[in-house]
């Protein structure tokens, strides 16, 4: 009787995660990129350590291994106290300058980059929330130590604030070399490209055995049911895949999720096509395993990284910005990206049972959709720039050069586009020629072309180009020409 009940106890739990996956899935996003979360948690932490202290400084006291009324560095209770309230000035002072300069990077980097780092690089930094976390710790052991001081110094409390003040001070300069570091782009487009290799890896676990997916082996047939979205509109931000496919195996039928993960979904819209005998799972069972969201985040969504790099890419082409090698440096992780992307099995279509039976229709991004957004809306914005063509036709080469034959069309190509848009835009044949060779800085590797000493020499340009400064610079006939001039304007008048 008692496994069975244990069973039913497992299965009403079970059924409970499902139905609230995707709470569970949003509480876990926000706390973490929450900022007031780890400051939360340290104002516990430091309630434990305080009491933790009393109890040791008590038993230190009470077998006389330090004294009542002195410090361990022998400090009266006023200068205890003056140290006290140092601790506590230092620290308010490291929180206000923390937060301030936080807000301060979160509009500059939003202007200069794109507003999408703010969310997936700026608010889920562990290390500006820690060190936010410890001067908590620090203020209010600091304050609790000097609130419960009188004639008699909390011996331990005392040393433990001082610690942590030192440390404080520590971090803090930490904080500033770290901030200063973070900013830089180099730090942001490597940062994005991290988390762009750590989705790209939990989407398509699979390593690539160089056969390419089909996008399907059977045809679905009309679904026996559509369930449309209810409630608010949002991007899809995630799917509980496992949940889908236990219940399509449950039912013994077939769920084919419509919409990719990073689509907008309005209400209405189409959101689970169900076959067979899925056709009977609840709809509420279903609709709890989408979580929505306002904007895209990076948990199941390998393109979001692509979007992010290319977005600072073409700001920083813009006219108002005209940074060219921060570009190069968001080109250099999309390279990085669309390495690791074609290493994996970008199958993302089709989950079937341990029978060999379909049981989950589950979309995701190709590779022709990765080259794709990797290269047009730069190759468009950065048409100009001989910097970011050269670039991009080392990007396209090198992949040609080193990945199988079975991922060259799409490169192909991209690289025919670049080529008639350099075609297009650059007139001199010297630009064309520079425009032509691939570089894998941009401009600061070898040009490729021969020096000017060895460039053929027009004999006719620089024959007229002589007369023409000859006669600017000869008096004589400076003068002569001048007076031509002016015969012609008293002929003319």
Not at 142 to 155: C, G, N, S, Y
Not at 350 to 373: A, I, K, S, Y
Request: one cysteine or more; a neutral charge; hydrophobic letters at 45%.
């Amino acid at each position: 009787m008692s496994m069975q009940w244990a069973t039913v106890g497992r299965e009403i739990f079970r059924r409970h995660i499902q139905m609230n996956w995707h709470r569970w899935f949003s509480l876990k996003s926000y706390v973490l990129s929450a900022l007031w979360v780890v400051p939360f948690i340290a104002m516990f932490a430091e309630q434990v350590l305080v009491r933790l202290a009393d109890v040791v400084g008590s038993w230190l006291v009470e077998s006389e291994s330090i004294g009542q009324n002195t410090l361990f560095f022998f400090a009266s209770a006023a200068g205890t106290r003056s140290m006290l309230e140092t601790i506590v000035s230092a620290t308010l002072s490291f929180l206000v300058f923390t937060f301030g300069s936080l807000l301060v990077a979160i509009q500059v980097a939003g202007g200069q980059y794109t507003p999408r780092v703010i969310a997936t690089i700026f608010l889920r930094d562990n290390v500006v929330r820690f060190c936010v976390g410890l001067f908590v710790i620090t203020l209010l052991c600091a304050i609790r130590t000097l609130r419960e001081m009188d004639a008699t110094v909390h011996q331990l409390n005392t040393v433990l604030s001082a610690i942590l003040g030192i440390v404080s001070i520590m971090t803090f300069l930490f904080l500033i070399d770290y901030a200063a570091r973070m900013l830089r782009p180099v730090s942001i487009v490597a940062r994005v490209g991290e988390s762009g290799l750590a989705v790209i890896k939990s989407v398509y676990p699979e390593r690539s055995t160089r056969t390419r997916a089909v996008a399907s082996t059977r045809r679905l047939a009309s679904p026996a049911r559509v369930v449309v979205h209810k409630g608010n509109s949002g991007v899809v931000l995630a799917v509980d895949l496992a949940g889908l496919f236990a219940q399509a195996r449950h039912y013994g039928g077939i769920i084919e999720f419509v919409p990719q993960v990073g689509d907008f979904l309005s209400v209405e819209e189409p959101l689970f096509r169900l076959y067979g005998g899925a056709s009977a799972i609840d709809e509420r069972q279903l609709r709890a395993a989408v979580a929505l969201g306002t904007e895209r985040t990076m948990e199941q969504d390998p393109s979001f990284a692509f979007r992010i790099l290319v977005d600072i890419a073409i700001k920083a082409l813009s006219a108002a910005i005209n940074d060219p090698t921060t570009a190069v440096l968001a080109i250099d992780q999309l390279h990085r990206l669309l390495r690791q992307v074609s290493l994996r099995d970008l199958h993302g279509e089709e989950f079937r049972d341990e029978t060999g039976e379909l049981r989950l229709v589950f979309r995701t991004p190709n590779w022709e959709d990765f080259v794709h957004l990797a290269c047009t809306e730069i190759r468009h914005c950065g048409a100009g720039s001989i910097q970011i063509v050269r670039r991009m036709r080392s990007l396209l080469e090198n992949l040609l050069q080193t990945l199988p034959q079975d991922l060259h069309a799409e490169l192909r190509q991209q690289l025919d586009l670049l080529d008639r848009t350099i075609d297009g835009r650059y007139t001199f044949p010297e630009d064309l020629a520079l425009a032509r060779i691939a570089d894998s800085q941009g401009l600061g590797g070898a040009l490729g072309i021969p020096p000017a000493s060895e460039a053929p020499i027009d004999e006719e340009k620089i024959a007229a180009r002589s007369a023409f400064q000859l006669g600017q610079t000869d008096p004589v006939r400076r003068g002569s020409s001048q007076t031509r001039v002016g015969t012609i304007a008293k002929a003319g008048s």
